[in-house]
Each structure stands twice: as C-alpha cells, then as structure tokens.
C-alpha cells in the first residue's frame, strides 16, 4: 500500500526529529547539538544535519515521494542526490573560476541585492509594525479612494437659445434611441469637444466633476437628471451658464462606500511599502556616500541606443557612424558570347 502524500509529507519533515543519529566515530561541531552533526564535506563545503532538515521542510510531499518508499530511503536519496549533487557543482565552479567571469559575478550581484532587500523588508515589518491609529489616519486622509458618490451616466446636447433646445427635445422623444441621438448631436450641439461622441459625457457626481481630469460641468445637469429614471430624458432645458442643456440620463451608478474594517489588509499593505520605501531610500543614500567613488555620466554618450532600442557598440569619439546596410555584392565576371566579361 502507498503512503498517503499528507502522511508522507509530515513524516518527512521530522525525520531528523524522530530517527537522526550522530554516526558512531563521527566528531561534531565543539560547544553544538546534534543539529551541527555533519553529514557530509565536499571541498570546503560541509552539509550538517539542520541542513537537510532545513531544506527538507521546503519540499512539497509529492517530490518526497520521488525519493524512495521509506523514510531512511527518502532522508539519504535527498542528501545524495540533492544536497551532495549541488555542492559538487559548487565546487566544481571554484575550481574552474567560474565566479571570476563577468556574467557570474552580475548573477551574485543581482542575488546580492535581492537578499538585501528582502531583509530591510523583513526588518522594517518585524521593528516597525503598522499600528491601528496609523491605518486610521490614512483612512481618514483619503476618503476619496475608499468611498464614491452616486453618480449618473449623462449624454448632453449643448445649445444657444432655450428654443432651440425645446425643439431637440421634442424631436429626440419621436425616436429615443442612441443612433437618432447622436444625430442630433453632431448637427445641433455647439460642444465640440462632445459632439462626435453624442454628448457623451461619463459618469457625473453630484459636484459636477466627471471621470475625465479637469473636465467639470455645471451641478444643475446632474440635480435635474435625479428626477428622472434611467434611460429617460430630461423634459425640459437646463441653463448651463450662459447657454441651454438637453440630457438624456443613460444610467446611474449606486454610492460606494468602504470601511476601514474591509479596506485595513491594503492599508495595511501600502503603509509598510511606504516605509520600505523609507529605508530603502536612507539606505541607498548611505551606500552612495560611502561607496560610490566614481561617476560619469557624460561617457555613456559613446552608447548608441537606436529608436527600435538596439544597442550599437562604442564608438570613439569623432568617429563616424558606420552603416548598419548591408555593403553591395562585389562585381563578378559573367559568361558572354565571347567568354567570361
């Protein structure tokens, strides 16, 4: 019968805990436990007991399974097969000066940065947690984002005179439908930048902003388009400034209202990447005071970048750029009646 993958997966991560014993003869680490019994030495790498504890933990059940039936089986298969194999080809990278390579030593610098941002990370939520009145103050600094007005889809024929809009309307009730608005629109409205469009003007709060930036209009349309249902026309004009407004209320959107209680994981979330930020930043500013010798920029200007985002190599400079055309074939001898010419 096959062991249960759940089963398998508890018995696995304590096999230290429950059947690891330090070789007979076999020296551990001075002043440590048992956890320190090495099991192996590759070169000048050591592989101890919390090692393949550790990295036991980290597999799913159904690669420990891949390893042998038994729990012996599966502890020696993963250290044999996992832990030695890797260490070998750590240290045949040693030997053959793989580190010493350009492309190598970006690879560890990129693993470098990530490991150093990952733990000012660690740090910053472990020493400074997001407190309660925290999330509160921010709930309270950006209502906006949390909570929404009722708002109302509005469509707008905009005119001179009130007659001219009486006649728009009583000539939009024969036929309400969007093609014959549009119609209308672009023959009658004076508002071009709507026109094309059937007036289209969004979704309208209360104050008259709209969903496009620094586009507002008077708060009259939308007071006059509450009396009426969605899909329905305002029976009269509506003076907009100095001139005449005809709305159709397309439809309506219901008021959005989110408390702190429901909205704190993503508060919580942005205040602690806002003080990663922090110390990112005290940091970088840091690093560069203390490490950085050398700048300048003016050089990267031998670096040619194309407007298809090619990269040309580095010319000297007042050289001439070559051609990136292909030069023309050579002119070869061709037969002819007389021979080759």
Known sequence: MRTPFRRLGALALALYATSWQPPSGRAQEPGSGGDSVVVARIGTHTITAADLERRLAGVPPFQLRTLGATPDEIRRAFLDKVLVREALFAEGAVSEKVADRAEVQERLRSVLRSALLTQVRVDVARDEPIRDEQMQDYYDANKARFNAPARLALWRILVDKREDAEQIIADA??????????????ERSIDKA????????????????????????????????????????????????????????????????????????????????????????????????????????????????????????????????????????????????????
């Open 194 to 341: 709507t026109s094309m469009r059937g007036g289209n003007l969004g979704f309208v709060a209360p104050d008259g902003s709209t969903g496009e930036p620094g586009v507002r209009i008077d708060p009259a349309l939308f007071t006059a388009a509450s009396e009426v249902k969605d899909a329905e026309l305002v029976p009269q004009p509506i003076k907009e400034g100095a001139r005449w407004a005809v709305v159709w209320r397309r439809q309506s959107m219901r008021p959005v209202e989110r408390t702190l209680e429901s909205e704190a994981p993503s508060i919580r979330q942005i205040l602690s990447h806002s003080k990663t930020e922090e110390h990112i930043k005290g940091m970088l500013a840091k690093l560069r005071a203390e490490q950085l010798t050398e700048l300048h920029p003016e050089l990267t200007d031998l670096l040619d970048i194309t407007s298809s985002g090619d990269i040309q190599p580095m010319r000297r400079p007042g050289s001439l750029a070559t051609s990136r055309r292909p030069s023309a074939t050579p002119p070869a001898p061709v037969p002819g009646p007389g021979g080759l010419r």
């Open 173 to 186: 009730k024969k036929d309400l439908t969007p093609k014959h608005w549009t119609e209308l629109c672009r």
